[in-house]
């Protein structure tokens, strides 16, 4: 791709630095949304767990009231938590689109200016088409792919973490 226009190729590779500059600062920012949602998550799960099962009833009678507002309060910051990382997430795809399609219509129009002027064949030009969506479509894939990648990379942790707690 490279040797069929050098001017074109840089025209790629100045869009392409940027998002994934930007795909690394979201990374960043997301880890620890991810690892604290898999903590609100798990002390939610718990108390769902023993609510159900019984225990919070033979833990006492009168903290039905105490019970019922930490469980609105660890769940309205789960929601909070996931509403962030969710923000965070569409951020990045919606940036990714953003990028890849202005480094298409880039392309698009510095090659029609340079096929014009007889700088640059149709036929090297399509083929130069045909490779910047060889080279945009698995970028997207990574952006769309980069939270799911966020989220078990913080699911990972949580578990390292959970398994070097003391045993009791």
């Known amino acids: 791709m490279c040797l069929i226009n050098i001017k074109l190729t840089l025209h790629i590779i100045s869009p ?9 600062i979201i990374y960043k920012i997301q880890k620890p949304s991810f690892k604290n949602r898999k903590a609100i998550k798990a002390r939610v799960s718990a108390n769902l767990t023993e609510a159900f099962i ?15 507002a930490i469980f609105k ?3 309205f910051e789960l929601f909070q938590s996931i509403k962030r990382t969710l923000i965070s997430a569409n951020i990045l795809i ?24 007889n700088e640059l064949t149709m036929g ?28 078990a990379n913080a699911s990972i942790e949580r578990i390292n973490e959970t398994l070097e707690l003391a045993n009791e």
């Not at 392409?16 to 690394?24: G, N, W």
């Not at 919070?56 to 009231?65: L, Y």
């Not at 940036?95 to 029609?112: D, P």
């Open 54 to 68: 019984g225990i919070k009833v033979i833990k006492g009678f009168t903290s039905n009231e105490y019970s019922t």
């Open 73 to 75: 309060r660890e769940f």
């Open 94 to 117: 919606n940036s990714g689109v953003f990028f890849m399609g202005t480094t298409t219509l880039l392309i698009r129009w510095f090659g029609s200016k340079m096929s014009i002027n």
């Open 124 to 151: 090297d030009f399509t083929t130069f088409i045909a490779y910047l969506t060889f080279l945009v479509a698995p970028v997207f894939q990574i952006a769309r792919m980069s939270s799911q990648f966020t989220d």
């Open 16 to 24: 392409m630095i940027i998002f994934s500059i930007i795909l690394f």
